[in-house]
């Protein structure tokens, strides 16, 4: 008995010491947490691409930090912003925009949880989902009014639906037929877009399209409509506003183009003839100016003596909040114009205070008014039938002497010893040259607009009916051309 209990003893004893060589109590290495993925009703069948997913994680030795996540798509298929890459979320859902452009798809979701200590669960859980989408449609709304030939800049509308609901329009995209590549992007929400000339590009005739595209990348049919777009060219606007009846001795329009022909090439500037491309709003006509550095606005000697006048000027008045808005984006502008300013002028009585330096101009004793006019056979006058425009000292101008004996009603003098004045004189008229004339006259002037907007020069005479020494009016011109910055 003494022996079996030694025995036992002795192995008790061995067995002891081999587990503590062996480490038996030793804690064992961090286990992976495991990953569930819930399936709810019919989840698995063919579903609209929104989905809802749930899924959970547990830790048998620690806690679920959070979890990662992917999508997998068909083979070569575009994923778009889908999340193919593992993507982390302390989430336990999520809704879900899988991108169906065609009529079906199906895309593997997996999810993994991660623990405490960083370890990520070896098996993710996984299931294959298929999804459906219909595609909208987009129709262009009045068609019939849309113009055979405009300048390019074009508003126009349409109306798209979806099948799933209007709201899951997310854009439309709208390009010029040959180039599909680069097509404007238009909000879902929108019905209605205004085409700029950089949008366009181009010029002849050509086909406009439109397309719709859902918030699952489903895209509608293209519609489109065909229209001939004039050709814009070179960096500077010539407005030619001048009255086609009028009968001056020098033609304003062959004296501006001519000079700019001269300086920049017939191919660096472009015409706006207002007599035959007029604009039919103010939109339009500030998304036209975006394609250009420089205007330069003429109405020569055309004028009005009352605001019921029908020659009023319609188009400068439509053009006054694009013009400011051109200004202000660093854009440079001349304009010579009898009644630009003034009791009857075309700008709006708050244009010169805000984008010229000026806010008062001289008024008139007898009318009451600020515009004047002058009788060029009434003396003091250098020589016969001339009536002097001064330069003023420092501007490195010209003279200049006004052709008689054409009477011009409708010249405006900024009153220069006002405070609020801020341009730069550019021609003083002496004493004495316009009839109830109460001092000496500043007719033109020139000003630097606050960073970023750029310069105005303003004639209120019409400057191409100038002469004097040979070409010094071709010379004042050419000075202003350079103060803008003209090659």
Request: charged share 20%; glycine share 8%.
């Amino acid at each position: 008995m003494k022996t079996a209990l030694a025995f036992l003893a002795a192995a008790c004893l061995a067995l002891l010491a081999a587990s503590c060589a062996d480490n038996l109590f030793e804690p064992r290495g961090n286990l992976p947490p495991e990953t569930g993925l819930a399936i709810t009703g019919d989840s698995l069948a063919t579903t609209l691409y929104k989905v809802h997913l749930k899924w959970w994680g547990s830790d048998t030795d620690g806690e679920v930090a959070g979890f990662q996540y992917k999508w997998t798509g068909p083979p070569g298929s575009e994923t778009y912003e889908l999340e193919t890459e593992w993507t982390y979320t302390s989430f336990t859902k999520n809704t879900f925009l899988l991108p169906v452009p065609d009529s079906l798809s199906s895309y593997l979701f997996e999810v993994r949880a991660v623990d405490d200590q960083g370890l990520v669960d070896p098996t993710p859980a996984a299931q294959e989902y298929p999804f459906y989408n219909n595609r909208p449609t987009v129709t262009i709304r009045f068609r019939e009014v849309l113009p055979d030939s405009a300048w390019p800049v074009l508003p126009f509308g349409w109306e798209s639906t979806d099948p799933e609901g209007d709201s899951t329009i997310a854009r439309h995209l709208i390009w010029v037929k040959g180039r599909e590549g680069t097509p404007k992007e238009v909000p879902g929400d929108a019905d209605t877009v205004l085409l700029l000339p950089a949008d366009i590009d181009t010029f002849g005739a050509v086909t406009v399209c439109i397309q719709a595209v859902d918030e699952a990348h489903g895209a509608s049919a293209a519609d489109s409509f065909d229209i001939y777009f004039h050709k814009i060219q070179g960096s500077i606007l010539l407005v030619d506003d001048f009255d086609p009846g009028a009968t001056p001795i020098v033609n304003p329009d062959a004296f501006y183009r001519g000079l700019l022909t001269a300086r920049v090439g017939e191919e660096s500037y472009t015409v706006l003839d207002l007599k035959t491309r007029a604009f039919d709003s103010n939109l339009r006509f500030a998304g036209f100016l975006t394609a250009f550095d420089h205007v330069v606005w003429y109405t020569g000697t055309r004028q009005r003596s009352v605001l019921a006048d029908p020659a009023r000027f319609t188009q400068m008045t439509l053009a006054d909040s694009g013009l400011g808005a051109f200004l202000m984006r660093g854009g440079n502008l001349f304009m010579e114009s009898l009644n630009a300013v003034g009791t009857y002028g075309g700008l709006t009585p708050g244009f010169p205070a805000r984008y010229m330096g000026f806010e008062e101009l001289s008024i008139n004793p007898v009318t009451g008014g600020t515009n004047f006019e002058f009788l060029p056979a009434v003396p003091p006058v250098p020589r016969p039938c001339e009536v002097p425009f001064l330069a003023v000292p420092g501007t490195g101008l010209p003279d200049l002497y006004l052709r008689c004996p054409i009477q011009y009603p409708g010249i405006d003098s900024p009153i220069d010893t006002a405070a609020s004045f801020a341009a730069e004189r550019l021609y003083r008229v002496p004493m004495g040259t316009f009839k109830n004339q109460p001092g000496e006259f500043t007719p033109a002037i020139r000003y630097d607009l606050p960073s970023p907007g750029g310069r105005v020069i303003l004639c209120t005479f019409p400057f191409s009916m100038y002469y004097g020494d040979p070409g010094n009016n071709d010379e004042a011109f050419a000075a202003f051309l350079d103060w803008f910055g003209v090659p």
